[in-house]
């Protein structure tokens, strides 16, 4: 969250500086660069201005214990809690955080809750990738006016703490954007959330999200691509196809839009006709339609978190020998800060390109559902998402599928 002083500012200027949250966390500009791949943006011309990803809200089938969960093995922090005992009787909701990156976890418990209807249908998943933006009424205009569904007109809600704008818009399935103004609130959350501690005290995984994805249906990658330049405002990173994004067996296509800061960044796939069915297929038969398939986790050291994680119980995505013994794998990406042998031990990919290197590894599902997984990522200069990566990814992905008798 910015000052107000801050957000009047960036009208004419850049929404680079530090939001409260990424203050909070101890992260300086220059570690925001290394981590996201944060860029100078002028804001003076933009009519959606974005400042951050505000949070990754879930609907879970069991809120109590994905929070546990969460504090235990990620290594974040409760910060705020709603529930029955606050006078909202229908859902509990769990407020946590590591560095910048918030997550909200939800499950029903009224029987009538529509959080019920809704994990019945999907499982759990990303409901709500809610955005902080400077000016919430100005943004819906513009999203109304560029053809996008208001769900939620801009209203303010207040407590003790302050008053918070917010407004929300849909997006690609059930997902949808809430848009928040937080500039005039100083609680935990949200009105409504008290704040709560936990004795957790697990060391952190991750510093901030880096980008989340988007798995749409086949045909509709564009039409949503077109929807994030539009509305939002977001222009278009990267764009993978044909052979980039394809094996011998299944194939997909996808493009990255992200906002004016690279803040917020949001990879759309869409399937390809391929031999098998892709991932892609998977997750759209699996959460039954289009919807967020995984969250990228910026940190530091993917090392550390990808041991700490391993001992805490993650399973990841394995990758054979031959991938790090390449001679042509060795010679593109040069020298990284670990020797190969470090992160073919803990089966971590690399990748470089004009702007730099970076490091990824992938976890299995972590739910029932073949659907949602997280990446980590370790950034040293490079703006892309592992492109090199692509054809090790899918074919270990593949081979899960397989396992699961959904290939």
């Not at 107000?4 to 203050?23: F, G, K, R």
């Not at 008053?163 to 949200?190: F, K, N």
Request: with cysteine.
């Amino acid at each position: 969250m910015t000052t107000p002083s801050t957000l009047q500012s960036t009208q004419h200027s850049t929404l680079t500086a530090l939001t409260d949250e990424e203050q909070q966390a101890g992260l300086t500009l220059e570690q925001l660069r290394q981590l996201v791949g944060l860029v100078e943006y002028d804001a003076s011309a933009d009519p959606f201005p974005v400042v951050a990803q505000d949070a990754v809200c879930f609907v879970v089938g069991n809120a109590t214990q994905a929070a546990a969960y969460y504090q235990l093995v990620w290594g974040m922090e409760l910060e705020a809690y709603r529930g029955p005992e606050t006078g909202h009787r229908a859902e509990k909701s769990f407020v946590l955080r590591s560095g910048s990156g918030r997550f909200v976890l939800t499950g029903g418990v009224a029987p009538d809750s529509a959080v019920l209807d809704h994990h019945r249908r999907h499982g759990d998943g990303v409901v709500d990738l809610a955005i902080e933006v400077v000016e919430v009424d100005r943004c819906v205009e513009h999203a109304r006016a560029t053809g996008a569904t208001v769900l939620v007109e801009p209203h303010d809600e207040s407590d003790e703490h302050g008053t918070v704008r917010l407004a929300a818009i849909a997006t690609y399935g059930e997902t949808r954007h809430t848009l928040v103004d937080r500039s005039r609130y100083a609680g935990p959350y949200l009105p409504g959330y008290v704040a709560r501690r936990s004795q957790v005290r697990a060391e952190r995984v991750f510093e901030a999200v880096d980008h989340c994805v988007g798995n749409v249906e086949l045909g509709r990658m564009d039409e949503w691509v077109r929807f994030y330049n539009e509305v939002l405002g977001f222009t278009n990173m990267a764009e993978f196809v044909g052979d980039d994004i394809a094996t011998d067996y299944s194939a997909l296509m996808s493009k990255v839009v992200a906002s004016g800061n690279h803040r917020v960044k949001f990879p759309l796939n869409e399937p390809a006709i391929a031999q098998k069915r892709s991932q892609i297929d998977e997750y759209l038969e699996f959460y039954d339609g289009a919807g967020c398939q995984h969250v990228a986790l910026a940190t530091t050291d993917i090392l550390r978190s990808v041991d700490l994680l391993s001992e805490r119980g993650v399973e990841f995505l394995s990758t054979p020998d031959s991938y790090y013994d390449d001679p042509e794998l060795r010679a593109r990406i040069g020298e990284v800060r670990v020797p190969i042998e470090e992160l073919k031990s803990r089966g971590i990919l690399v990748d470089r390109d004009e702007d730099g290197y970076l490091l990824q590894i992938f976890t299995q599902p972590v739910g029932d559902r073949p659907t949602v997984f997280y990446e980590l990522i370790e950034r040293h200069g490079s703006l892309g998402f592992g492109k090199g990566n692509f054809k090790a990814l899918f074919e270990a992905i593949e081979r899960e599928q397989e396992r699961r008798g959904n290939f």
